[in-house]
């Protein structure tokens, strides 16, 4: 019998054709980022230990350690979502409870996803001449994550939006028959339910926080600093401006090989390590979710 103009035979060879092309193509994703690894692995994993993750620098970069680096990494990751995750969760609840539909809602969601293309490097500018000069925050850790909030606020946003806005409209109706307000209805009642959802946009604005080099060497970086920052003033290393220092204004470029890459494959970890953290946060959400 044909159903949808195929007779049950070309079905069946057009969905195992689909399901081939499926395959090979997550096959070939893994295949890349495996590779990825195992190339930074043995490029890099004999520079990887305890001396060389907690001291600092020295001999112009050619020994000692990244220390001040992996610091001023976290620094800069948790203080950018301190910023991005308020101001997101905020203008997503906004946008998807309180805006009207509209001609301007919709040039402000077009606003948002078009600030999630813009180059880093842009609000890299954006941040020296704000932060860095008008403001006279200076290059410092303060400036850094300002600067790496504005960049991940529109991921955020775009994320916790949908989230919020795939909440079953029964969950409101519910609420506010049981005589809650507007306000306590999505305090109560919306947010728990779309929080693992918004923090999906959270997580993957997290990592890109932590793997930005451009808007942190107009902002915060240090090319060397043998201190730990002393306040949110002061200047900061981090993995990625270090491990761009090494491979190209090094005064030994040849020499440094091993630290560049074990840099970098301490980066993918940290990345990764930061991510795990926030996907174990979002599932023990989901264990009370029932819908």
Not at 62 to 71: K, L, R
Not at 196 to 209: D, E, K, S, V
């Amino acid at each position: 019998m044909a159903l949808f103009g195929y007779s049950l035979k070309e079905r069946q060879t057009r969905e195992l054709l689909a399901l081939g092309v499926i395959r090979f193509l997550g096959g070939s994703f893994l295949a890349v980022m495996g590779a990825l690894v195992v190339y930074l692995v043995y490029r890099g994993g004999s520079a990887i230990s305890w001396d060389f993750l907690t001291e600092y620098p020295r001999d112009s970069m050619t020994a000692g350690g990244i220390w001040p680096a992996i610091v001023g990494t976290f620094g800069l990751a948790a203080g950018s979502m301190l910023v991005a995750i308020p101001l997101g969760f905020g203008a997503a609840i906004y946008l998807a409870e309180y805006a009207r539909p509209g001609p301007l809602l919709t040039v402000i969601r077009l606003g948002v996803n078009n600030l999630a293309g813009v180059p880093s490097v842009v609000f890299g500018l954006f941040g020296l001449a704000v932060f860095v000069s008008f403001l006279g925050f200076g290059r410092s850790l303060l400036s850094g994550c300002l600067t790496l909030g504005v960049l991940t606020l529109p991921t955020v946003t775009a994320a916790a939006e949908e989230a919020l806005r795939q909440t079953p409209a029964s969950f409101r109706e519910a609420a506010l028959a049981l005589g809650a307000n507007r306000w306590q209805a999505i305090r109560q009642v919306v947010l728990p339910a779309a929080l693992p959802g918004m923090l999906t946009g959270a997580i993957l604005a997290l990592g890109r926080a932590a793997g930005e080099t451009a808007p942190i060497i107009f902002t915060a970086s240090a090319a060397l600093t043998l201190n730990a920052p002393e306040s949110v003033f002061s200047e900061v290393m981090a993995l990625p401006t270090h491990i761009f220092n090494l491979a190209t204004n090094g005064a030994h470029i040849a020499a440094t090989r091993p630290q560049q890459f074990g840099a970098c494959l301490t980066l993918i970890v940290l990345v990764l390590g930061l991510s795990l953290f926030a996907l174990i946060i979002r599932a023990r959400l989901r264990k009370g979710r029932k819908w």
